[in-house]
């Protein structure tokens, strides 16, 4: 069992910048991939980043490529969401996810097998 645990999230003003942390703990997967996601009300799931994990590769969604950043702590089975330049439509429950079986990137919600509890981002205009 992999428990993810997110924090980070809040209210800011546009423009402003947020940083999301995703710690993962109980039986981590030292390969696997992790990846953002976010879910604004009546909306689907929207992918918005993920990492490779045996070799660091990050992969964008276009709606946050240039303004939000991927990075890890491998040491600390953490991962991290810099989010600059926040615009209203960014306003979202924020999830952090693993695919346990995956070792390339995928942008499919079906493919994470765990999630975090999600975090609340408001982007106030």
């Known amino acids: 069992q992999v428990q993810l645990l997110e924090s980070g999230g809040g209210l800011v003003q546009a423009g402003g910048s947020l940083r999301l942390s995703c710690a993962a703990s109980g039986r981590t997967f030292s390969s696997s991939t992790m990846g953002w996601f976010r879910q604004a009300p009546g909306k689907e799931r929207e992918f918005l980043t993920c990492i490779t994990w045996s070799n660091g590769f990050t992969y964008y969604a276009d709606s946050v490529k240039g303004r939000f950043t991927l990075s890890r702590d491998t040491a600390k089975n953490t991962i991290y969401l810099q989010m600059n330049s926040l615009k209203p439509e960014d306003t979202a429950v924020y999830y952090c996810?693993?695919?346990?079986?995956?070792?390339?990137?995928?942008?499919?919600?079906?493919?994470?097998?765990?999630w975090g509890q999600g975090t609340q981002v408001t982007v106030s205009s």
């Open positions: 996810a693993v695919g346990r079986q995956l070792r390339i990137v995928s942008t499919s919600p079906s493919q994470y097998d765990y």
